[in-house]
């Protein structure tokens, strides 16, 4: 297996692919962005400084950027202003904060090959918890909300 600096790569590009995606990914222009997903370039720029759409790049968009902006169009067609989504970002942040603290915490003392696996391990687990928690908390909320079937005093079919 080939070795840099008496470490493992194998591990590190998993790693690498895990966190940060293949480097094989498909990379649009903003140009080609905004073609594909139907955003203007102004709206494109007001996304990434609210923090809504965050490429790897600053030049170059892959297909999970694409995916979002999609979403992003979407939303302007039912009216919905960027603006209100900005808490996605905002308490983003605060998760992010967290789940790095813990991986600190966790890894402080570590040899670099446990700190490889654990780190691996570690992001698989929050990817997994911040879907599942936050899909639950809506589904939870969403029961408790019944708009389809009366709204004060009147029946809606």
């Known amino acids: 297996m080939e070795r840099d600096c008496g470490k493992e790569i194998a591990p590190l590009i998993e790693l690498n692919n895990e966190v940060f995606g ?45 995916a979002l902006g999609n979403i992003l169009s979407q ?44 780190t691996l391990e570690l992001t698989r687990i929050a990817r997994t918890m911040r879907s599942y928690v936050i899909d639950r908390l809506f589904q939870k909320e969403a029961s408790r909300q019944k708009p389809w079937h009366q709204k004060k005093g009147k029946n809606v079919p």
Not at 53 to 60: K, M, R
């Open 75 to 118: 939303c302007f067609e039912l009216g919905l202003p960027l603006e209100e989504l900005a808490y996605y970002a905002t308490f983003g942040k605060k998760i992010v904060k967290e789940e790095m603290a813990i991986h600190r915490r966790l890894l402080a003392d570590e040899p670099f090959e446990n700190v490889v696996t654990t």
């Open 22 to 66: 293949s480097s094989d990914a498909v990379q649009m222009d903003k140009k080609t962005f905004c073609q594909k997903t139907g955003l203007s370039p102004e709206e494109v720029e007001k996304a990434m400084e609210l923090e809504l759409l965050i490429p790897q790049s600053p030049d170059y968009f892959d297909s999970e950027d694409q």
